[in-house]
């Protein structure tokens, strides 16, 4: 248990679905990033929230959907996705945005597949 | 543009031995740069830092090593354990993008007994 916690960690939608992923950290830290995974790519970067502010939004689709309420939960919102959208979807947390020494804490991701 | 760069997508390596995994990356100003280990249904796990100041950093069984001339990092596990065989990723980040992680494609390891 990482202190990360990701739910639902498998999600099947159609194209015209909406739904959300939720993240939830125990670890008291400020900053919380969506990644996504997909096959045979390297982790990119989706969103990034600071102190419930967003501050990065790595040129993602608005078909994805940030939230943030408060330090301890991320959502992402989904909405007229595409299949090339599946992918692992990672939550992470780490003390705050921009400190060279901070590491990233990971949930376990949610495995989605758009049909 | 994939500025971290791993090259191998997968390792076999006998339990005992040591286990080399490689990483380049392009852009100069990454100075920091970070390995992540991650066993399947799980989220990556920070293993090991090394700042550009320095061209070694050792935590028990597990040493990187950066090249900064040749902008190349490898991460050295020995002995390798069978709870190693997982997928372990490079990332480096920069001052000047907040520090920002950047990844590569991961490589997947496997110790065989």
């Known amino acids: 248990e990482t202190g990360v916690t990701q739910t639902p960690r498998h999600l099947v939608m159609g194209m015209t679905n909406k739904k959300s992923l939720k993240c939830e950290q125990h670890?008291?830290?400020?900053?919380m990033y969506w990644y996504k995974q997909s096959a045979k790519k390297p982790l990119e970067l989706m969103f990034v929230y600071n102190f419930k502010e967003q501050t990065e939004n790595n040129s993602v689709p608005s078909r994805f959907s940030p939230e943030c309420p408060n330090s301890s939960h991320l959502f992402l919102h989904l909405h007229t996705l595409q299949p090339e959208d599946s992918a692992l979807y990672l939550c992470a947390s780490t003390t705050s945005q921009g400190n060279r020494n901070e590491k990233l804490f990971f949930g376990s991701g949610t495995q989605l597949s758009v049909l | 543009d994939q500025q971290v760069k791993q090259n191998s997508p997968s390792l076999s390596v006998q339990e005992g031995r040591i286990s080399i995994l490689n990483c380049d990356y392009t852009?100069?100003?990454?100075?920091?740069f970070l390995w992540y280990k991650k066993y399947p249904a799980e989220g990556p796990t920070f293993l090991i830092s090394i700042s550009s100041i320095k061209d070694k950093n050792e935590d028990g069984r597990f040493t990187v090593f950066l090249n900064k001339s040749a902008k190349h990092l490898s991460l050295h596990i020995v002995p390798s354990q069978p709870g190693d065989s997982a997928v372990y990723f490079c990332a480096a980040s920069a001052l000047i993008s907040g520090y920002a992680l950047n990844f590569g494609k991961g490589t997947s390891l496997l110790v065989t007994p």
């Open positions: 852009n100069s100003m990454f100075d920091y």
């Open positions: 670890l008291g830290h400020n900053a």
